[in-house]
């Protein structure tokens, strides 16, 4: 173990800390940005966020503990985080240079090749040269729709209290800011939810209003479908804004992939995709597990909450008895009684792969999955056989073919057979 902090491995990079200061080493251990920073972020499009404290004072990291109540008392998902307020921010590329000064007060990661910047309390946007592509002179730079396929270079930008569009393209403001601001929002599928007075309603990426009426609440559209609501009722429309499915006065709605998921205020749930819909589901809680499949729970008398599987019918798949159920990517996660049971699941079909013990368990990562026995973490293989021991005081699940460890506080990185990773300088 080499470093007092180590990052997971992001895009070929991990973020390490030494003496106080952090820098950047590849996947080989070879050191690439040096030991300068307070902070070094990872890496995104080639460039990585850097940070120094303007106040000369060594602030460390803060840890931040995360998880169920039995992964916080173990510790399982420990995040560690600098003090960002008192810094200046720049850019570092993939060789360790210092590409974009070390001048701005904040800056976002690159998102569709530009950077929010933040100077004397004003945003604008920067591109992977460090050029001014929106003037810093905005109260709110909206970048997310940036990520978009069909964005067609708009950003959201905010000042005074009004909202609009600038065109990164051809840098001038495309759609003039005459709305209230609205938090964070972009176009999605060729629309945009914006405020018009206490209402919302949907318009083009000409600055046209294409919402046949108002809304009190609107959501961005998703494969085609969104969620609009009028005097405590709540609809899903298409996209010529006839009404799909009437949900009704619901407390709480969810949406993803197409697919609605709702309460109201009996406590009762409902499943709308496409054309079918599923009421009076009687669960104290339903959410999205994977593509395929919901986590349904009900709670006991006891007050214990108890979890299973059910899909876009309704059918129970797995029983509604297990403590704890997640998804990762590939499978599922369930415990009951100590006993914890691994699931894949490929193209909505669930396949078991092992039952364990053990006081706590993740998901597979590259084939390896973290696993906590007598407050030791290790690893085991989709055998269930333990193929790195349970011998450090904290990991993390793999990533990029490298996991972190750590013993007595210094921090270091193995692989899949368990070696340790050299250091290369």
């Known amino acids: 173990m080499y470093w007092d902090y180590a990052s997971d491995f992001h895009n070929g990079y991990a973020t390490v800390m030494k003496d106080g200061k952090c820098g950047c080493i590849n996947l080989d251990g070879q050191l690439i940005v040096p030991y300068e920073y307070d902070y070094v972020w990872p890496f995104e499009n080639e460039r990585a966020r850097v940070m120094i404290h303007t106040d000369s004072v060594h602030h460390g990291l803060r840890k931040v503990v995360l998880g169920t109540s039995s992964q916080r008392k173990y510790g ?37 090749g530009y950077s929010v910047v933040l100077k004397d309390g004003r945003r604008g946007l920067i591109d992977m040269d ?47 800011l005459i709305f ?32 046949p009426e108002e809304w009190d609440t609107a959501w961005d559209f998703d494969n085609g479908i969104a969620v609009v609501s009028k005097d405590g009722t709540y609809f899903v429309v298409d996209k010529a804004f006839d009404v799909l499915d009437t949900v009704g006065n619901v407390r709480i709605i969810m949406r993803s992939n197409g697919v609605v998921v709702a309460e109201n205020a009996k ?35 006891n007050g214990k909450t108890r979890n299973g599987l059910i899909d876009i019918n309704g059918n129970i798949v797995i029983p509604i008895k297990y403590e704890e159920l997640y998804s990762y990517v590939g499978g599922l996660v369930l415990k009951r009684r ?33 696993v906590l026995r007598k407050g030791k973490f290790g690893y085991i293989n989709k055998k269930g056989e333990e193929i790195i021991p349970c011998k450090y005081e904290y990991s993390r699940n793999f990533q990029e073919g490298k996991a972190v460890v750590m013993n007595n506080n210094k921090w270091g990185f193995i692989d ?3 070696e340790v990773l050299v250091v290369n300088y």
């Open 338 to 370: 100590n006993k914890w049971m691994f699931f894949e699941s490929t193209d909505g079909n669930l396949s078991p792969l092992v039952s364990i013990k053990c006081q706590e368990a993740d998901g597979f990562y590259d084939g390896l999955s973290r």
């Open 130 to 176: 460090g050029d001014i592509v929106v003037p810093i002179e905005y109260d709110d730079i909206i970048i997310g729709n940036l990520l978009n396929n069909d964005n067609n270079g708009l950003v959201g930008v905010v000042k005074n209290n009004k909202m609009g569009f600038f065109d990164v393209n051809e840098r001038r403001v495309a759609i003039p």
């Open 267 to 301: 406590n009762e749930w409902s499943i709308i995709s496409g054309d079918r819909k599923l009421s009076n589901l009687h669960y104290s809680q339903i959410d999205y597990c994977g593509k395929a499949f919901f986590r349904a729970a009900i709670k006991r008398k």
């Open 180 to 211: 209230d601001e609205t938090n964070g929002v972009h176009f999605s599928e060729g629309l945009a939810v914006v405020n018009k007075g206490k209402k919302e309603i949907y318009i083009d990426q000409s600055g046209n209003t294409i919402s």
């Open 76 to 112: 399982f998902y420990n995040m560690y985080y600098p003090d960002e307020s008192i810094g200046k921010w720049g850019f570092v590329d993939n060789t360790g240079k210092l590409v974009i000064p070390m001048e701005y007060d904040y800056v976002s990661d690159y998102r569709g």
């Open 416 to 418: 899949v057979r368990g």
